[in-house]
């Protein structure tokens, strides 16, 4: 007997064996057929979806949840464009901190403005605490005097505005946060994520780099999982300065990795260790992103992350560790690095199913293309960035550059894995609004951004479902509706086929299954 028989549906499996389907049964959380293989089989609940469209669970592939919960519940200056009306939040968030407390401030972005604030700005109204604002991209802060005399003096900032390693030192101020701090943050953001119809994602850097929280980060999502809290399935990057030397035998080839060994694949169905984050430069929104040529109208390339050399070493090592890596690489001077690591690391050790990612690929020369065919990398981009900040990255590129972005058509016809991402919370993270603007590369204010780069709409669900589970090694598991998969599904008031593309972003999503249990009500399927 099954728990539960969907029917009278329109399911798309995203399985070429079986594509479209109307009843689907499920067992102890799995798919155990389809149509005629359940519709004669007895349930315990027979569900008439009364027409509904139904999809695997979107896989979100790189996320940032314990960031996207704290930013929720700080005191936020998003869309405020005069300073005055910034600093007066600022000031109404240290009358309500207790003495000697650090006053973090979110939704910061200097284009709203129109420049960056100071610190001299911040000391007006911070009244000896210690002011943290930190920007949208993950890529930069300002902070005011209370917080500069903290920093040696070799760190560099601009008038309070630090950027990249310079924001990491500031962050490492105020590290680290209380695993139950961390852990409500996540179950906030991934009911977030079960709202737009995601069940599963992979959180991109965790106990180092540029946005981890806390050296034992991960216990935060254990905790969780222990508590049976964890609202989605959740797979975790570490940093990849969380690596040290481990002495291990000569002969496992290790030159640096985590304790015990632990590296990619570690963990069950809920919760598990994923790729090694490694950044390589910074972001477009804060001009950090590295490029081969200047910023249209700007006198400067953007910057790496560190050394080249010791970049170069840190992919190696990991790879030789037997990581898959995620290198995060927005420019494409960036990306020349990651490709040049890579390829390095390949001929070192050899490795066919490393299924290496290069996180963002923001801007990618057309000579970068079969590169990272050969190399068998997915790219792992962010539609929505386009869709919200397309008007100004197009902009700061230029008309030459700007039909490199983000690219969609470009990775597809080179072979290359294109996976579907939103890098939740620096911009809206709705699967279905990025895989409209996947179809329509248009932004929100109708500009087109490298219209040669849309893909169809199969194209685009699958970057979001079959390319993700790939991505996160979950294929045998997810991506697909397929007998003997997870029961993890989407259902979805409208079919993205079936409308037209500019309606895509407002299906409705109707509910969230993970593991055959309605995320919202918690009905057992």
């Known amino acids: 007997m099954l728990c539960t028989r969907l029917t009278n549906a329109r399911i798309l499996t995203l399985d070429p064996d079986h594509p479209v389907a109307h009843d689907l049964g499920i067992w102890q959380g799995r798919i155990v057929g389809l ?24 896989i979100d592939s790189h996320v940032h949840l314990s960031w996207t919960g704290l930013r929720a519940s700080s005191p936020s200056i998003a869309g405020l464009d005069r300073v005055e009306d910034v600093l007066g939040v600022v000031a109404d968030a240290v009358r309500k901190s207790t003495p000697g407390a650090w006053v973090s401030i979110g939704g910061y972005d200097q284009r709203t403005l129109g420049r960056h604030l100071t610190a001299a700005e911040l000391d007006r109204v911070s009244q000896g605490h210690r002011v943290f604002v930190m920007h949208d991209s993950g890529h930069a802060c300002v902070v005011n005097s209370a917080v500069l005399d903290l920093l040696p003096p070799e760190v560099p900032h601009d008038n309070g505005v630090l950027v990249e390693s310079a924001m990491g030192a500031v962050r490492r101020l105020r590290l680290p946060y209380a695993q139950e701090e961390l852990a409500d943050a996540i179950e906030y953001a991934g009911r977030v994520c079960l709202a737009e119809g995601v069940t599963a994602c992979a ?12 050296p034992v980060e991960l216990g935060a999502y254990q905790l969780l999982r222990d508590q049976g809290r964890l609202p989605l399935r959740v797979q975790l990057m570490p940093g990849g300065d969380t690596l040290r030397p481990q002495g291990a035998h000569e002969r496992d080839g290790i030159p640096r990795g985590l304790d015990l060994g632990l590296r990619t694949g570690f963990g069950d169905d809920w919760l598990s260790v994923g790729a090694l984050k490694i950044y390589t430069d910074g972001g477009m929104m804060a001009r950090t992103a590295a490029l081969t040529a200047p910023y249209e109208g700007m006198d400067h ?3 790496l992350q560190d050394d080249p050399e010791r970049l170069t070493s840190l992919i190696v090592d990991g790879h030789l560790a037997g990581w898959q890596l995620a290198v995060h690489a927005i420019g494409d001077r960036a990306a020349d690095l990651a490709l040049d ?12 199913d490393a299924r290496h990612r290069i996180e963002h690929a923001g801007l990618i020369r057309p ?19 386009l869709r919200y900040f397309g008007d100004d990255y197009a902009a700061v590129m230029g008309p030459e550059r700007a039909p ?16 579907g991402s939103s890098d939740r919370p620096v911009t809206d993270g709705s699967p279905l609004r990025a895989i409209q603007f996947m179809v329509e590369r248009a932004s929100v204010s109708g500009q087109l951004v490298g219209p040669d780069e849309a893909i169809t709409v199969d194209e685009a669900l699958r970057a979001y479902t ?4 790939y991505a996160c090694r979950w294929e045998d598991s997810a991506g697909t509706l397929s007998p003997g998969k997870r029961a993890d599904l989407v259902v979805l008031g409208d079919d993205p086929h079936r409308v037209d593309p500019s309606r895509i972003g407002d299906i409705e999503v109707v509910a969230t299954f993970v593991d055959g249990r309605e995320a919202t009500e918690g009905r057992k399927l």
């Open 367 to 385: 000579d970068q293309l079969p590169r990272f065919a050969r190399l068998g990398l997915s790219a792992v981009v962010q539609p929505n960035f």
């Open 341 to 352: 690591a890579l390829e390095q690391a390949q001929e070192l050790r050899p490795r066919t």
């Open 35 to 58: 149509d005629e293989a359940v519709t004669s089989l007895p349930a315990r609940e027979v569900v008439d979806l009364q027409g509904a469209t139904v999809l695997p669970g979107f």
């Open 404 to 419: 490199w972005m983000y690219r969609g058509r470009g990775f597809l016809d080179h072979g290359v894995t294109l996976v």
């Open 203 to 214: 959180e991109a850097g965790i106990g180092g780099g540029l946005l981890g929280h806390s």
């Open 301 to 303: 390339t953007g910057q």
């Open 466 to 469: 079959v390319a993700g589970a």
